[in-house]
């Protein structure tokens, strides 16, 4: 499907087995699976509304591997938002997102300009290897938002993909996906122009 | 290119059948093995597809049935069973098993045969007939076809016309003898020549120093010598994806096996190709399997090496790096057949399966291949018998086979339609900067032009273009000049690099296609603010 002009790109990355699909899933179909089936890439695109336009939200979910690196900066550069998925269960997969925030930086030249969300998925593992305050200092380092999540449990989905809209400072962006706003916010979003899921 | 089709056009035929997959009429064997696969027992549920969750008894009654079905036949059982529902072929055909015996004539055991395929035969002709020759590159959109990119060199001594057309499918190359032509053709011409369904009526001249660097990195964005690929140690009775990658203990007959494949090396401090594992902190397990053959290097990601989880029954650690292998070699001790597709995963695409045979002082070894239905079938063809009695042979078939594996599952749908799509955005990102770069060089185009590219970067020559820039510097500066009474070394705009070498590191080549870094031309303190006018970095899209 050819990318539409104002698609907004957001492109999730991480290691193998981090739980990059199940946050997708979560988030886009509302569903989990146990097993892992290792991704090489997939798109969803949910339809939202913004400023009484339409468009869409487009998210990449990329492989793990280190199998196809000219698709990995060919995503980076066409990606407008960027979530660095890591496991807290493993330390290798905060080491390993490293060399992918490298090359953001270095393809995208900053990253003030870009929202980018360091997220600590399997939050309701108790075998941890990388506590909370490990992965915020590592986002204040990078200079980008920082959350704890759990596809597993829907813990902080709807907030992740919220918060990396809020990010965004080039357009006035909101999601809301449950549709039930009180009429403080559907007053707020007028004003603002911001978006919801239509 | 020709290696390649000569491959396939003679690996076509090893084809073997997939059941469900074809229309073919299976033989007698076959016959058996469906007709036990459709017992009641398995009747429900489709044959072990990837993800189900059949019981481990009505796993072991499906193999007790095919097990005497298969010695009353009097053959043990084959190396591989496919999927109920298809989907995989392999090779040999399970009809060929069953003729198979250590006393048919050898065929196909010459290593000489052994021709490692290319991912990519021309990809590197850019670098090796163009960049060292004077040569031009042109540029177009063609209504049809999309971005072109075309580069011509005149061989001045062979008396020879090289192009190659960059598309956004493929690239095409050919060499013309100049007595072809009156006079030398146009772009348009050769390109027709190389693809006659260009319709494009003229191409742009590319004159931006940096083209060359560009276009290198383009062409060559899928090359790289280094390779990753799996290995599965499966033991009597292990039929699921849990039990195999459960294992821990490696049999020495096992441990024999991966010393045919390399060298166990320690990963602390390795400085080979890593193709993903930890070599700072330990986190992937101590040791892998490391070789390197014919230029090429490769890490093996041997299952009971990589880390054990107790209490996963998924083995998270390691399947996160076997999973995403391409493809997986299969060590079998016993005679228990492996499933085609019984590991979970988008990118495996292929297995070759080892097994000892048994009641063998010298170690007798057999080999079988499975692949996804839409991988190309690929060589060197297995010996008739598919028995390796030398190690040193196996070793070379083994490692020859893998490569090519790798190469042909990358024709496969899955990771066709991706390579596509990429080389498709990668060549039109490329036009387009080339195109407005030279269009800013010689000044037919606004600065701010180059912004309109997505992701690209770079300083702009600024509104005069290359020319009249070059000019206000020489100005500015030969004003200094007179006042300090002494020569300078002048900034001015550097002369066209060599490309660096492509450093590789865990496959990554370096030189790969990314949009340029910002780089400022130097300047002199004096009539610095002149030149800065004109030069500015240009801000990030």
Request: glycine fraction near 8%; charge should be negative; proline fraction near 6%.
């Amino acid at each position: 499907m050819p990318e539409q002009s104002n698609d907004y790109r957001v492109v999730v990355f991480g290691a193998g087995g981090v739980g990059k699909s199940s946050l997708v899933l979560r988030f886009v179909k509302g569903t989990f699976r146990d097993t892992y089936i290792p991704t090489v890439e997939d798109t969803y695109r949910q339809v939202i509304s913004c400023d009484k336009s339409v468009c869409t939200l487009q998210i990449t979910d990329t492989t793990g591997s280190h199998q196809f690196p000219a698709m990995q900066r060919l995503s980076i550069s066409k990606g407008h938002a960027f979530i660095l998925v890591y496991s807290v269960t493993s330390r290798q997969s905060l080491e390993e997102l490293k060399p992918i925030y490298q090359q953001v930086l270095a393809i995208k030249g900053s990253v003030d300009a870009i929202p980018v969300m360091l997220v600590g998925n399997k939050s309701d593992e108790t075998q941890r290897e990388v506590e909370t305050p490990e992965g915020e200092a590592q986002a204040a380092t990078w200079k980008c938002a920082f959350m704890e999540t759990s596809a597993k449990m829907n813990y902080n989905v709807k907030e992740l993909f919220q918060e990396l809209l809020t990010l965004e400072k080039k357009r006035n962006m909101s999601l809301s996906i449950d549709g039930k706003r009180s009429g403080k916010q559907k007053r707020a979003d007028k004003l603002k122009g911001k978006c919801s899921i239509m | 290119m020709e290696r390649d089709s000569r491959n396939e056009k003679f690996f076509s035929r090893k084809r073997s059948f997939t059941f469900g997959a074809y229309g073919g009429r299976p033989e007698p064997l076959e016959h058996s093995i469906l007709d036990i696969l459709d017992s009641p027992t398995s009747e429900t549920k489709p044959f072990l597809s990837a993800g189900s969750n059949q019981k481990v008894t009505e796993l072991f009654e499906i193999i007790e049935k095919l097990q005497s079905q298969l010695l009353k036949i009097g053959r043990d059982l084959p190396l591989i069973l496919p999927p109920k529902l298809g989907g995989y072929w392999i090779d040999p055909p399970l009809q060929k098993f069953a003729e198979t015996s250590p006393t048919s004539s050898h065929y196909g055991l010459d290593p000489e045969t052994y021709d490692i395929m290319e991912r990519d035969s021309e990809a590197t002709y850019y670098q090796e007939f163009f960049r060292s020759r004077y040569h031009h590159s042109f540029t177009a959109v063609d209504p049809s076809l999309g971005p072109l990119l075309l580069s011509v060199c005149l061989e001045e001594e062979e008396k020879r016309l090289r192009v190659i057309l960059r598309m956004r499918e493929c690239s095409m190359h050919g060499v013309f003898s100049v007595s072809l032509f009156p006079n030398i053709p146009s772009a348009v011409e050769l390109a027709k020549m190389l693809c006659d369904s260009v319709t494009v009526l003229r191409f742009d001249v590319v004159s931006y120093l940096k083209a060359p660097d560009l276009i290198t990195a383009f062409d060559e964005h899928r090359m790289s010598p280094n390779f990753k690929f799996g290995v599965l140690y499966q033991r009597e009775g292990q039929l699921t994806e849990e039990d195999i990658l459960c294992n821990n203990e490696e049999s020495e007959e096992f441990q024999e096996f991966l010393s045919i494949l390399g060298a166990t090396v320690a990963l602390q401090g390795f400085t080979g190709f890593r193709g993903g594992l930890d070599v700072c902190h330990g986190q992937t397990g101590n040791d892998a399997v490391f070789t390197s053959f014919h230029g090429r290097e490769i890490m093996f990601h041997v299952s009971t090496k990589l880390p054990f989880t107790e209490g996963d029954t998924q083995q998270l650690q390691r399947k996160r790096h076997i999973g995403n292998d391409i493809v997986a070699v299969v060590y079998q001790e016993g005679h228990t057949p492996f499933l085609s597709d019984v590991i979970g995963s988008h990118f495996l695409h292929c297995f070759l399966v080892v097994r000892r045979e048994e009641g063998c002082s010298s170690g007798l070894l057999q080999v079988s291949v499975t692949a996804r239905e839409d991988v190309p079938p690929f060589g060197p063809s297995l010996p008739d018998p598919p028995i390796f009695t030398e190690s040193s042979l196996l070793r070379e078939f083994l490692l020859t086979k893998l490569i090519n594996a790798e190469i042909s599952c990358y024709k496969a749908e899955r990771f066709s339609r991706l390579e596509l799509r990429t080389r498709s955005s990668l060549l039109e990102g490329l036009q387009a900067e080339l195109s407005t770069r030279s269009q800013c060089m010689i000044g037919d185009s606004p600065v701010s032009a180059l912004s309109t590219s997505e992701g690209m970067r770079g300083v702009t020559e600024g509104s005069g273009g290359f020319i009249e820039n070059f000019k206000r510097a020489i100005r500015v500066r030969s004003n200094s000049f007179d006042t300090l009474g002494g020569p300078r070394k002048m900034g001015g705009v550097p002369l066209p690099q060599k490309p660096k070498a492509a450093t590789e590191r865990d496959g990554e080549s370096e030189l790969a296609y990314k949009p340029p870094e910002p780089s400022f031309p130097p300047t002199d303190n004096l009539g610095s603010t002149e030149v800065k006018d004109h030069s500015s970095p240009q801000e990030n899209t």
